[in-house]
């Protein structure tokens, strides 16, 4: 089982990035997907989940109207566009996938700095 998160980096105050978390070595459509973050001395807190279609999507009240979850179960990845990003959105992003059983993936690095 494996998720691979890409898409982060260095942006300035209101720019925007595209994650990508592409899953293998399970039936992704079968699975709740969900994007976390965890910045440095914080607890890890639920940014975004979506249902195993695609249907259904939750945000945090932090990135409302702000951030968009996707996924493309043909391509088994899913997506969280960032848009109007803010120095508090800096943090390492984690994909998670959860039926059963849960799965992580290894993160990636989100800054967001002028």
């Known amino acids: 089982v494996q998720l691979v998160e890409s898409g982060g980096g260095l942006v300035q105050p209101g720019g925007s990035l595209r994650l990508s978390c592409v899953a293998s070595?399970?039936?992704?459509?079968?699975?709740?997907m969900s994007w976390y973050r965890q910045a440095p001395g914080q607890e890890r807190e639920l940014v975004a989940f979506?249902?195993?279609?695609?249907?259904?999507?939750v945000y945090a009240d932090s990135v409302k109207g702000r951030f968009i979850m996707s996924r493309d179960n043909v391509k088994n990845t899913v997506y969280l566009q960032m848009n109007s990003l803010k120095p508090e959105d800096t943090a390492k992003y984690y994909c998670?996938?959860?039926?059963?059983?849960?799965?992580w993936g290894q993160g990636t690095q989100v800054t967001v700095s002028s």
């Open positions: 998670h996938a959860r039926r059963v059983v849960v799965y």
């Open positions: 070595g399970f039936t992704f459509s079968n699975y709740v």
């Open positions: 979506i249902s195993s279609a695609g249907g259904s999507t």
